[in-house]
């Protein structure tokens, strides 16, 4: 009887051991609904200092825009902004870029974080197609409100 007690803690204290630590390579972090920025159309965004990352996925419902990134860290918190300069194009349905910018405030981990970032659609009006870019080289297209077949 003691034995099995035994074995049974030591189950237990490997489970709870080695469990976070399989999680440690591809850690999935949600946030809060945050606010798209706004800045002036003059403003240039490729000023806007970012690190790095990939950009996974992108969708809307519920007017709130989720986008899913992948980043290596996991000892600072990671600071990811969407920034909209307002303009938008006069054809139907109307087109606008979004600009995905990160701070990584200076962690240099390996681990390879994967999280979903929501904002709200604040001041975008439907049916809008938009252009998630990050840097130069990606971006994502998605429909705001745009009915099918467009």
């Known amino acids: 009887m003691l034995m099995k007690f035994i074995v049974n803690s030591l189950l237990m204290i490997a489970i709870i051991t080695i ?3 399989c999680s440690l390579g591809n850690e999935q ?10 800045i002036r159309p003059n403003v240039r965004i490729d ?6 990352f990939s950009l996974l996925k992108g969708e809307i419902q519920d007017d709130i825009l989720s986008i899913n990134v992948e980043y290596s860290g996991g000892h600072e918190t990671h600071v990811f902004d ?10 139907y ?14 962690d240099d981990a390996k681990a390879k974080i994967n999280e979903t ?4 659609l604040v ?8 252009m998630l870019r ?17």
């Open 123 to 130: 001041g975008l009006h439907k049916p809008m197609i938009i």
């Open 47 to 52: 000023e806007i200092r970012s690190d790095p």
């Open 29 to 38: 972090r949600e946030r809060t609904i945050q606010q798209i920025t706004r």
């Open 19 to 21: 469990y976070p630590l």
């Open 93 to 106: 349905p109307g087109q606008t870029q979004l600009y995905i910018k990160h701070n990584a405030n200076g």
């Open 117 to 120: 970032i929501r904002f709200r």
């Open 134 to 150: 990050v840097e130069k080289t990606q971006s994502l297209t998605i429909k705001y409100g745009v009915p099918q077949g467009r």
């Open 82 to 91: 969407v920034y909209w300069n307002g303009i938008v194009t006069r054809s």
